[in-house]
């Protein structure tokens, strides 16, 4: 079988593209890790309709995302944040992930299981993890956009199996309990405010458990009809 030169362009670039999700991904747990907040906010596409749903709730739009790594978060540089911050590590590992882009070359879709262990100092924003480690097992799926030639995240969920510190026996925890959620965030209500970082309640996340169904796609039309570009 022959294939055209046009055919063998298009593989190629649905393999950079691969590759530079997976590089975007890779970023996003090492600058989480580090708590530098700022650098992940400019992995996000600077769009209103940008949507992080986290486990406690859901920021909208490219405002939404500053607001929660660089405000509920706290950045690094931010002297307050960083005092919370001091003696934490928040390791995160990407595994068995799947990954899709459209034929068109401008959106994609990644979903993965994520692995890692979260290291707590004495400043921690809840006294339950206080001088803590812990065991962090979670998934996440994310959409990816093209904007100017650059694969940003576009939309992005998380939702946790299990989050217990290490001197707890994993045949002694049970089903995560989850967060207490929230429909929307805004300026007066952040779902994370200083000292009460995890609510621990017993609310389901806002949408469904367990790794999403992801099959090949021509355009995000095809997969979200009137949410695309």
């Given at each position: ?14 393999e ?57 978060y ?34 994609a ?35 990816l ?33 989850g ?46 009809p009137?949410?695309?570009?």
């Open positions: 079988m022959i294939l055209s030169l046009e055919k063998v362009n298009v593989a190629y670039e649905i950079q593209a691969v590759t530079d999700v997976r590089k975007t991904m890779d970023k996003f747990s090492q600058y989480y890790a580090t708590f530098d907040m700022k650098k992940i906010t400019e992995l996000w596409a600077l769009r209103e309709d940008d949507l992080y749903a986290a486990p406690w709730g859901c920021y909208d739009g490219i405002e939404g995302v500053r607001r929660c790594f660089l405000a509920d706290g950045d690094r540089s931010d002297p307050a944040a960083a005092e919370r911050q001091k003696g934490c590590v928040m390791i995160r590992t990407v595994d068995s992930e799947l990954i899709f882009v459209a034929e068109d070359i401008q959106t879709q990644i979903a993965c299981r994520v692995w890692g262990t979260d290291i707590f100092g004495e400043n921690v924003w809840d006294e339950f993890y206080k001088n803590k480690s812990c065991n962090v097992s979670m998934n996440m799926a994310a959409d956009i093209r904007e100017d030639g650059v694969w940003k995240i576009w939309h992005m969920r998380e939702w946790t199996n299990w989050h217990h510190p290490h001197d707890i026996p994993a045949t002694k925890v049970g089903r995560y309990p967060f207490v959620l929230k429909e929307k965030t805004s300026e007066d209500t952040p779902p994370i405010a200083p000292g009460r970082f995890y609510e621990r309640g017993y609310s389901e996340p806002p949408y469904p458990q367990g790794l999403p169904m992801l099959r090949p796609y021509k355009t995000f039309d095809d997969i979200a009137g949410l695309g570009r």
